[in-house]
């Protein structure tokens, strides 16, 4: 294997990956490679623009930390994890949408009871949140552990605030026995995804505003149901038919109705979807593709 | 745009990046983007899946640093380097081929006389080298910056050894008024590229080995010339078949001769590009390419 040419490298680094011991790694790789390499043959990418590359990729690297994920951040603002979200979850009729998990997401949020408020001191409008979580046939899902983060008034997760320990704005509850569940936290605010790093730049570089519109985070998890990564919107939001990850669903914009005291409410019903077997979740999508 | 689908989302992304002022940045965005799309598509990529790929990346950048580019180890096992490195040196017929630059040349390496030792303590079977520049008409090239890199007799180049502030078996030199150079150092061994990292991991779970055959790593430079990065591989090794990243040529393999006093001789002649326009280096490749 010596001389490889533009015309011949596909095949010989195809070639190396053929005692791959798992089928689906092997997969994987083997579309990888020939799309990379497509890639960069489509464009004839010069040596001064594949150092670019790197250096783009490591600059990402180099930004990412336990508070800061900047390529989730680039997989969003390339369209790849909404593409991702929506060929995995092809959900049945009638059950809630989801849209991207974000990289805002932190393990070990405090647990809430109904009522109570998650916001926790983040600054915002006051608001109330509640609402239901069913499966398909209506029943109600006692129990079900309902996650919720979201940006404060300032449009800032409280990740975001350099040497703030605190969990603000994010919190784990569980719907009651009739599936039912609410708590208090700050309005939702339009936000721009953070735009200091390389993700920023190619933003700036390809004239792409950062806004998300307004938006609070939800995953749901129940036995027996599937997980339900998703976000509700505020209409009106200007940024609605713009959002720089492409997450928007009509289905999941609510009205976020102002009180006669001046404070916010949000009414919302969770549907979801019955676990299936792994493979299920992607077969009516396959099935469309392949007609 | 709302409620973007697997069909449409694709060209949503493309219509963000329409107002890109620099053409050829939006060229190579929009290429990316469907490409990037077409691999998650063809392998229908899992949730699960593309977070493990976030995870790689964020590995693959925690893992780069001053001393170590494991983003250019990536390329280079992916064929992606040597690809680009084809693509990009379509050279005259006569002139020496190009290869993969590598992860190992750092800026700054010191400056050395003819004759003089490069190995400057690193340890190995003493190697003098010699040989010429010249252009494709025969000329000499007097003054052409010659800068050489290598590992040593572990297997290891200088930045690879922690605390080792040293600069070891790399240096500049030039050429002389006859285009003619030499300069003593080591004979280059076998050895692995870094695997105890992300892309290490990534090659033992394809069962591919990480070895490079044994070369010495020229980068040539002169006015008027196209600069020249190759490698002088030693005839023999047994890995010239199955190189790690794919760079082995057969003209650059050369017999690194045994002396009689146990030493060994290596002698190359470089012929570099004349100079051509940008945009001309690809010419003949896009040419073939589209015959």
């Known amino acids: 294997m010596r001389n490889l040419t533009q015309d011949t490298i596909t095949q010989a680094v195809l070639g190396r990956l053929a005692q791959t011991p798992d089928p689906r790694l092997k997969e994987i790789m083997t579309s990888l490679v020939q799309h990379l390499h497509a890639f960069a043959r489509e464009v004839r990418l010069t040596e001064d623009e594949w150092f670019k590359g790197i250096e783009f990729l490591t600059a990402c690297g180099h930004k990412t930390d336990d508070k800061r994920q900047e ?86 997760y409280d990740v975001q605030y350099e040497g703030q320990g605190e969990h603000r704005a994010r919190g784990v509850l569980h719907a009651g026995p009739d599936g039912r569940f609410h708590f208090r936290t700050i309005r939702a605010e339009a936000y721009p995804i953070p735009h200091d790093g390389p993700v920023g730049d190619l933003l700036r570089a390809t004239k792409r505003h950062p806004w998300r519109p307004a938006h609070l985070h939800f995953m749901i998890t129940a036995p027996g149901y599937e997980r339900l990564v998703t976000h509700v919107f505020r209409d009106g939001d200007p940024y609605l038919d713009s959002d720089a990850v492409f997450g ?29 077997p792994a493979g299920r979740r992607q077969g009516a999508a396959a099935a469309k593709a392949a007609a």
Chains 1, 2 share one sequence.
Request: aromatic residues 8%; negative net charge; contains cysteine.
């Open 248 to 276: 928007v669903r009509q289905s999941l914009v609510a009205d976020w109705k102002q009180q006669a005291d001046g404070s916010y409410l949000l009414e919302f019903d969770f549907v979801l979807a019955p676990e299936r």
């Open 71 to 156: 390529f989730i951040l680039l997989s969003d603002t390339l369209g790849l994890s909404m593409l991702t979200v929506a060929m995995n979850n092809d959900k049945p009729q009638g059950c809630t949408e989801a849209t991207v998990f974000g990289p805002f997401h932190v393990e070990n949020a405090p647990h809430y009871e109904h009522g109570e408020d998650v916001a926790n001191g983040a600054p915002g409008e006051p608001c109330i949140v509640r609402g239901s979580v069913r499966g398909l046939e209506g029943e109600a899902v006692p129990g079900a552990t309902i996650e919720v983060w979201q940006a404060d008034a300032d449009g800032n």
